[in-house]
């Protein structure tokens, strides 16, 4: 009997997690609801995508909570837009920066950059672009050396890839039109 009770809940949970509603992204992968104040990338100028977000079905379900760009150790980091550093130290061994975005609202959009050695202090002003760290050699969860870059609002999980506008996210170089 327990055991008939238990294959019930199994299902019941299973049923409610497949039929959930997914987080509602647009389809480039960016969340609507993140204003896209983004003015630089984290590192390079538009580095490769290593892994991307995968948000979880459930708040403690799996899934990758960022983006992962690939680049070398030392590679200057940089703010993705104004803002004021909000942590920057060691968790569970690994350098992390954390950067509160102005004017995004209450609570304000978080990015957090990691393995990073951070070249800022807790409570500096940054501006976008600015360089607030550099990639840690070690540390890192990718097979390459890379860094994880995400954003929060409060304690929900969103799509960094988001604060970047459309002319930082599109391939390609720019080209001249003639005039006539």
């Known amino acids: 009997m327990r055991v008939c009770a238990r294959l019930i809940l199994l299902l019941v949970v299973t049923v409610t997690a497949l039929l959930s509603p997914p987080p509602s992204l647009s389809a480039t992968g960016t969340d609507a609801t993140v204003p896209a104040v983004g003015r630089a990338w984290p590192v390079g100028l538009r580095p490769p995508v290593l ?3 995968e948000p979880p079905a459930t708040v403690y379900g799996p899934g ?6 690939a680049a070398a150790p030392g590679t200057p980091v940089r703010a ?3 803002g004021r550093i909000s942590f920057a130290g060691r968790v569970a061994g690994k350098g992390v920066v954390s950067v509160d975005l102005k ?3 209450d609570p304000p959009l978080r990015t957090t950059y ?4 951070a070249s800022v202090e807790e409570g500096e002003e940054v501006a976008p672009g600015e360089v607030i760290g550099t990639v840690d050699a070690t540390g890192s969860h990718c097979t390459a ?3 994880h870059w995400g954003l929060r609002r409060g304690e929900t999980y969103l799509n960094p890839l988001s ?3 459309p002319w930082l996210l599109q391939r390609g170089p720019s080209r001249l039109l003639p005039l006539a």
């Not at 990758?64 to 760009?69: E, N």
């Not at 990691?114 to 050695?117: A, K, W």
């Open 103 to 105: 004017g995004t609202g």
């Open 114 to 117: 990691e393995p990073v050695t």
């Open 163 to 165: 604060l970047l506008p």
């Open 51 to 53: 892994r991307g977000w």
């Open 80 to 82: 993705v837009a104004a």
């Open 145 to 147: 050396t890379c860094v």
């Open 64 to 69: 990758h909570r960022g983006v992962d760009l």
